[in-house]
């Protein structure tokens, strides 16, 4: 189990199909992403398992991305990026998740994150902070979480002071940026600081069954020094953002869909290459390799259509959710409400199949499958801890509330 | 019930949503036929209930296809016809099939058989039998069924004389023309001959429980004669055919797979109008409007994200179908085993889907949508009935055949 | 399928099994209770099709319940009754329920209708009005709904005059008494009527896709006199019933469980036939016999083994609401609880097990099982009716507020 | 996490449902098995999490068993045992099994293991090896795989000598006798022997995703001496044994069963005290406490219906097996298959479910309850592992079969 898939399925079948990039995607970029995607996650899956059992800080595996240009992928050009559209960063999450998915999570955390100010921030404030992170090759982590109480901010001269605990800080003990949002007098702003900088802590507090390389453990403040020039936007409490800065949300919610179903690609691929090479037929088959068990060749068909189906609702997520970046300041609440539940829709599809596929790859491998040194629990055992950041039960109320009464999302870190 | 729901969705939510075209559709023809399928399917869906319950010959319906000149879609432009996209009929298809899913399946059978020529015919021969149909507005219906005995066939100076009985021959009784498919001295023939000859005889043995209106009794030929301008094809028996002449198989498991979609489309539809409109609250929910009541809501969500994944799954298929229809004669074997496998894939994850939105919307409307008045239950009587045209697991066993082991499904009336 | 499977499978194999008795069930009545009652599924097995599509009031099948005794089962021995324990009646529902669901359901509601004088009434009311209907054979239905508008009810020497409509009232039309629950001045009746007294008119209002011999229409009172002897019980507005006499609702949920059950064994045994003597081997299957095919085989292992646990679950519920029966009014709240809740279980599995076993018979008989005159739809038909008569979410609830924290469901006609 | 939940719950409600004894089972030995079985289980949940981890020879938890005299169990009182009833230890399993599966597998296959010669053996050789099992206390595993090449056997004056490598022999490790199976000259003979005897080595390569204190990993004989009297049973290869005996693997798969649902059961009650005192409620629930989330509540529902219906089935098999048992050499083959096909049913249906029930608690209790301090995912780790033990296709192939054509399941290890 030391090598992707890729090049070893019978004539190609199957393999390129499950991660291939959207119909409508073009790389007009110079930069082959796509190949240096898959660079990187054939060096990932080489080590995946062991890593899984490690749960260490991946510092290493950041720098991969890094090396490979990835971090800089959605930058705009004239930024210093590559400026890929959002819905072709969807194949390179996909392929790096299939091999990792707790690389891919960080990796789509700090495309979400890099992309803030140009979500909320003015565009003196955009570029600014956006030709920073791509002139210094930052990996931006944050340290949001709307289920911990509020940091304690006091303002000052240089900018603002802060004190209190982030729960569930992905990606900031291997960041060399963190978002943050602090609340003081009534405005609530961003801003982007330094990690390194005195009065942050780390805490070792993420030891989870899965998605156990994302450091996703709690983050302190203690007498942290916020300066001015950090802070990219100011809003009041209470006044909504424009419909277009409010994209992070389905921007962040479309990565997680497309972990999931990175996830469960790569389990079924390596499944596949089980069932091919391994798997012994059953005693009262009759037949001569596993592969021609009935009810195996049968279940590969009945995951490989729903694997198919959810990724195919969650490319055409993707190309609303780039129209819908692509419209801009001009973007409506309606417009965004519609792309919310698209992506919503993708969302509880790949909730369902992702945990499926993921739990039924051993009954298409075998009682051997479940040797540690395979990882084949490792896809389930990430997705289902994925799948929980918020309930499904209430995104399925979402789209049922927008279907049944056209009632639309309010924007939230979840919705 | 009597009306179609299009128009009286708060907002417009949902509804174009679930029937919506294809992401990159585009009607470059004159003719705006998804305009006429709509006013169509409004006519249809008015009398729906009452024709499901009587089950005649639907000559009134054909004629309602006639007249919005839905049967001329597919034909091309030099032939008379307006020569819309394979692709761009899927919408056409799912909104009548909304309505009324008999119509729909003989729509769709017109379609494919009036295409035959097109892809077995030498080009005189397609431009023959084409211009003809075009030119004298018919319907056409065939009478090819490989689970009944091969008719029997004697040659004779005219052509061939044709005896024998054909099971299960759809929309013959409505029909102008019907194809057929003697073999005669190791040599098969497509023929396209007019149903009203002296000779051909429709039995009346569809009684079923769904696809009501399809007329698809059997057929039996008395000393049928067939002329020889009325053949359009040979080749020998045991030799096959091109690939791109095969694609008619994928062609017409489109169909089903967009038949099925356009039935739980109109099922989920016209549920969520009943839920809206007449579902009371229950005893024990505390809220006053079931579209309030939290189980109900989130079930829709969940149908509606199942019925959506299916549908982008539809239609990527579709693009890819299209394409391989473009490519023509050049298409290789490889190629037209991976549309195959791609149409397979969305046949497998339709059935599912409608057959469950088909089922669930009664726990969504309630006790009171049982009344045979409101005619909910035709949805899953005719998503049963249509999906047992060729058995789902062998469908499975295909797709997953293909994804294990590169095995490419042979040329069949079903594969 | 003329007629029950029962005799016709191969060395009997699956047959008794699903529908045999509970394993601790003994007749020690001298009354062979489940040879009549198979009698009586025979008979109706013969035209259940037929009878299912007209849909009328079902007077004679009523009479071949009555003339086969089945009426007086549960009446008390002391009382003219056979004395057969609850428990026991539950392989006779179920018989029936498998030859024909609707007068499976008249059954049940009669020995609940039937029962409620020894569970709500005085000694003296139960004797009164158990003896009456034991010796004159009556039928006994209900005419009481909860979500209809309650009877407008007014007192005068003789007893109450009556006014009002009740929605839902199964079998008033083939019934000899009707049981109401006139409320006046704060008190509560429970009334048993001589349903063709001037006053009760029935509505043919009754025409739904399922369980279509129940005549469930509703029935309309004007000025119709209740005369005082026929009032049996009082208790104030708003005090509770003891909790034996709230056994009503388990006993009558537990009679919807077996219903489900029984209409699902039937649909199964019949399918089971149809797959041995009329399925034809699919194309690609490479058997000669239906039965071979390993999907065929192994879809009917699941669905058995669903069916199993469903049917041993009501088995447990039976035998837990026989205790509490026998408990008599020493039982306490919290038993009732208990009780009501492993009815409630049952309730939960059999929904789903029904409704997929009755929806998947077709994957294994094959399409032309979909022909009208096998009527394997009935089946689905009528446990789509049924499951709906409160909706599974919130009995789903119900057991899991008890389990998650103890909450005890308040009686009610539901619960 | 570190208590059983037994006597947490509120009122009781629920818990000792789950895990209670089967309905008609009753305790007529002197000794409180029952009683004994929940002190180990307890102790055993203290530490069952961080024993998950380490995965080790689990040599203390046999002591624990043997300490509190279950190994004795179902060795005849007048051999030295508890003379329990099988369909008695069923609740001792899944009481252990709760708490930690592994120790539940090693203690079914102890049973199986030392009931063998009651089942193979004369009643001469039947007393002799029970007696000295039970004096001396001894656990008993096996080391026999019908899908390992068969043991190299060469006669010699004291017995055979024994050459070969068996895979997944379960509990050698911490065994004192060990099962096998040598075949000599067409006959096939069963053995007891000491597992410390020169000879015999245990291989550590047992380090799978679950059930990890099983040691199952595999054992090779090197040049092993078996003694004559340690053989107990022989019968010529082709012959069959007589249908008591062969009711071992009926035995072994009705405590597979037990085992599925008893590790179930621990899932949901652990998760249930999760959710009643951890669980936060959701930001967009509207309620105070979890347990009152309106999803949370019917989702238990559904959970605690499937067990409920699972363990039913498993009950009424093991009454089944009980009475099979209790025929003795009466036993018919027809019988036999009967009582093999219940527990086949039991199989199917527990394996579903305890997957089911395995993978949901986390949508019940919520993203927290990944970490992995809780140890959580153990569950759905050991469940995913067992029921990989044969494959569940099959199990429900051979249900289907017996059902459709009465197709009787052949003795083997596996059926």
Same mark, same amino acid.
Do not use: C
């Given at each position: 189990?030391?090598?992707?898939?890729?090049?070893?399925?019978?004539?190609?079948?199957?393999?390129?199909?499950?991660?291939?990039?959207?119909?409508?995607?073009?790389?007009?970029?110079?930069?082959?992403?796509?190949?240096?995607?898959?660079?990187?996650?054939?060096?990932?899956?080489?080590?995946?398992?062991?890593?899984?059992?490690?749960?260490?800080?991946?510092?290493?595996?950041?720098?991969?991305?890094?090396?490979?240009?990835?971090?800089?992928?959605?930058?705009?050009?004239?930024?210093?990026?590559?400026?890929?559209?959002?819905?072709?960063?969807?194949?390179?999450?996909?392929?790096?998740?299939?091999?990792?998915?707790?690389?891919?999570?960080?990796?789509?955390?700090?495309?979400?994150?890099?992309?803030?100010?140009?979500?909320?921030?003015?565009?003196?404030?955009?570029?600014?902070?956006?030709?920073?992170?791509?002139? $210094?090759?930052?990996?931006?982590?944050?340290?949001?979480?709307?289920?911990?109480?509020?940091?304690?901010?006091?303002?000052?001269?240089?900018?603002?002071?802060? $004190?209190?605990?982030?729960?569930?800080?992905?990606?900031?003990?291997?960041?060399?940026?963190?978002?943050?949002?602090?609340?003081?007098?009534?405005?609530?702003?961003?801003?982007?600081?330094?990690?390194?900088?005195?009065?942050?802590?780390? $805490?070792?507090?993420?030891?989870?069954?899965?998605?156990?390389?994302?450091?996703?453990?709690?983050?302190?403040?203690?007498?942290?020094?916020?300066?001015?020039?950090?802070?990219?936007?100011?809003?009041?409490?209470?006044?909504?953002?424009?419909?277009?800065?409010?994209?992070?949300?389905?921007?962040?919610?479309?990565?997680?869909?497309?972990?999931?179903?990175?996830?469960?690609?790569?389990?079924?691929?390596?499944?596949?290459?089980?069932?091919? $090479?391994?798997?012994?037929?059953?005693?009262?088959?009759?037949?001569?390799?596993?592969?021609?068990?009935?009810?195996?060749?049968?279940?590969?068909?009945?995951?490989?259509?729903?694997?198919?189906?959810?990724?195919?609702?969650?490319?055409?997520?993707?190309?609303?959710?780039?129209?819908?970046?692509?419209?801009?300041?001009?973007?409506?609440?309606? #417009?965004?409400?519609?792309?919310?539940?698209?992506?919503?829709?993708?969302?509880?599809?790949?909730?369902?199949?992702?945990?499926?596929?993921?739990?039924?790859?051993?009954?298409?491998? /075998?009682?051997?499958?479940?040797?540690?040194?395979? /990882?084949?629990?490792?896809?389930?055992?990430?997705?289902?801890?994925?799948?929980?950041?918020?309930?499904?039960?209430?995104?399925?109320?979402?789209?049922?509330?927008?279907?049944?009464?056209?009632?639309?999302? #309010?924007?939230?870190?979840?919705?």
């Amino acid at each position: 189990m030391k090598k992707t898939t890729r090049t070893e399925t019978p004539d190609g079948a199957g393999t390129w199909r499950l991660l291939s990039m959207t119909a409508d995607s073009k790389n007009e970029a110079a930069f082959d992403y796509l190949a240096a995607a898959s660079k990187v996650a054939l060096k990932l899956a080489e080590t995946a398992v062991e890593r899984d059992v490690k749960g260490a800080h991946p510092h290493q595996e950041i720098g991969l991305l890094r090396e490979a240009g990835l971090l800089e992928l959605v930058a705009p050009i004239e930024l210093g990026g590559h400026g890929v559209r959002w819905i072709d960063t969807l194949p390179v999450l996909r392929t790096i998740s299939a091999a990792d998915g707790s690389i891919g999570q960080l990796l789509i955390y700090h495309y979400v994150n890099s992309y803030v100010p140009l979500l909320f921030g003015t565009p003196a404030e955009a570029t600014y902070h956006v030709q920073q992170q791509v002139t $210094n090759r930052w990996y931006v982590a944050d340290a949001i979480n709307p289920l911990s109480p509020p940091l304690d901010v006091i303002k000052n001269e240089h900018g603002f002071v802060v $004190n209190g605990t982030v729960s569930f800080s992905t990606g900031v003990a291997v960041s060399q940026r963190t978002i943050i949002t602090p609340t003081v007098d009534g405005v609530q702003y961003f801003a982007s600081i330094p990690t390194d900088r005195r009065g942050l802590a780390v $805490n070792d507090d993420w030891d989870n069954i899965g998605q156990r390389l994302t450091s996703s453990g709690s983050a302190t403040f203690h007498d942290f020094q916020v300066l001015n020039e950090e802070l990219f936007t100011k809003f009041p409490v209470g006044t909504r953002p424009n419909p277009f800065a409010t994209l992070a949300t389905p921007l962040a919610q479309l990565g997680h869909v497309n972990l999931y179903l990175g996830i469960a690609s790569g389990a079924l691929e390596q499944a596949a290459e089980y069932t091919r $090479n391994i798997t012994r037929p059953w005693l009262f088959s009759g037949v001569n390799r596993a592969v021609d068990d009935p009810y195996i060749a049968e279940r590969y068909g009945v995951l490989v259509a729903d694997l198919s189906a959810s990724i195919a609702l969650a490319d055409q997520a993707g190309r609303k959710v780039q129209a819908a970046l692509d419209r801009g300041d001009l973007l409506s609440a309606d #417009e965004r409400a519609e792309v919310a539940i698209e992506v919503a829709k993708a969302k509880v599809h790949s909730t369902a199949t992702a945990l499926s596929i993921t739990a039924k790859i051993f009954e298409v491998t /075998g009682a051997r499958a479940t040797g540690r040194k395979h /990882g084949f629990d490792r896809f389930w055992r990430n997705v289902r801890t994925l799948t929980l950041h918020d309930p499904v039960f209430y995104k399925q109320k979402e789209v049922g509330n927008y279907f049944l009464s056209g009632l639309k999302p #309010e924007f939230s870190l979840y919705t």
